[in-house]
């Protein structure tokens, strides 16, 4: 068979049995011939039972799919995984899929609308959510919600990507992602905007996010609504000020010059409003809120309170990454020049 249009998914599997049957039964219900679908497990042991899963459904359904694949690594990490299968792979579309997405039945018809359409789209992907969504998981997605649009980057947990773009712009960095940082996917989306491809979300189709249970976690899960969101915040907020600094450097080193600029616009969006109230032009200070609440709303379409105060929490999060990274770096470049004296 001609790999024209032949999909390779690739699924990393660590702990995943609490959530993995619900996957694959809507995997399997995908409305794609699967004579063109090849499935390839990339599993890191573990004591649940999650391969006995797996090899459950590679032996009921085998025939059906162009191929299913269960490779069994010895080395752990997210990226290794993903890259080991996409390199076992023989399709020119990669499919990354997390354990616990659940995808829509149209998923793949739409992502290959996508990227057929225009050559120069190399990405198509999908926002997914959780049953009863947290605030941080509505500040994700509500920009995307109801639109095919560009975006600058993605995440891998649904997403289409070509072939052909992965061999030219490099696999996954596998000194990032779990269980080492995180910004795997951000690095990723930076080489493929360098090399001059575009990236479109697909918000016409919300995936479901299911709820699972985690032997090991980076940072928490923003998608459960029943973790405390203060506990999130506090963890994410120290990762911007450490590791997730350091992996942030690694997507800026790949990155367009642009990314750079907007990183150092966030540095210095409070940092204005301070010093004029620092010197007491009142006045100024609060023309400048004003220009920049309006800026965001038309930017975001933010025009409602609920929608604003989505956007706030975004713009918090990229302000606390952009003085996490330059308090990191400045600490860094302290820290050799201590040691050189």
């Not at 024209?4 to 699924?11: D, K, Y």
């Not at 975006?151 to 996954?172: A, H, P, Q, S, Y």
């Not at 990229?318 to 820290?335: C, D, E, F, P, V």
Request: proline share 3%; glycine share 6%; with cysteine.
């Amino acid at each position: 068979m001609s790999s024209e249009n032949l999909i390779s998914v690739v699924m990393p599997l660590f702990y995943s049995s609490s959530c993995l049957q619900k996957t694959l039964e809507a995997f399997y219900s995908i409305n794609y011939p699967k004579s063109r679908i090849e499935i390839i497990f990339s599993y890191y042991p573990s004591k649940d039972s999650t391969l006995e899963i797996v090899e459950e459904f590679k032996s009921r359904h085998d025939g059906e799919y162009f191929g299913i694949t269960i490779l069994e690594r010895q080395e752990q990490g997210v990226s290794y995984g993903r890259n080991l299968g996409i390199r076992n792979s023989g399709g020119n579309y990669i499919f990354l899929l997390d354990d616990d997405i659940a995808l829509c039945s149209e998923t793949f018809k739409h992502a290959l609308n996508i990227l057929e359409r225009a050559p120069e789209v190399a990405v198509a992907c999908f926002p997914y959510a959780s049953p009863r969504p947290s605030i941080f998981e509505h500040a994700t997605i509500f920009r995307f919600e109801g639109r095919v649009t560009r975006t600058k980057t993605f995440g891998t947990g649904c997403v289409m990507i070509r072939k052909n773009v992965l061999d030219e712009v490099g696999l996954l960095n596998e000194r990032l992602g779990y269980p080492y940082s995180i910004h795997e996917d951000l690095e990723l989306a930076a080489r493929v905007k360098k090399a001059g491809y575009d990236i479109i979300i697909d918000g016409t189709l919300i995936q479901a996010h299911l709820p699972k249970k985690r032997k090991y976690m980076l940072i928490g899960n923003i998608h459960d609504s029943s973790a405390s969101a203060l506990r999130y915040v506090v963890k994410h907020w120290k990762l911007y000020f450490t590791s997730s600094a350091d992996s942030y450097h690694a997507v800026l080193l790949s990155a367009p010059t642009a990314w750079s600029l907007e990183l150092a616009m966030y540095f210095f969006l409070p940092l204005l409003f301070i010093i004029s109230v620092t010197m007491r032009y009142y006045q100024i200070g609060l023309l400048y809120v004003m220009l920049v609440l309006a800026s965001a709303m038309f930017y975001w379409r933010a025009f409602n309170l609920r929608k604003l105060f989505l956007v706030f929490i975004v713009m918090a999060g990229r302000m606390a990454r952009s003085y996490g990274y330059i308090t990191r770096r400045i600490w860094l470049k302290l820290l050799r020049w201590r040691r050189k004296n």
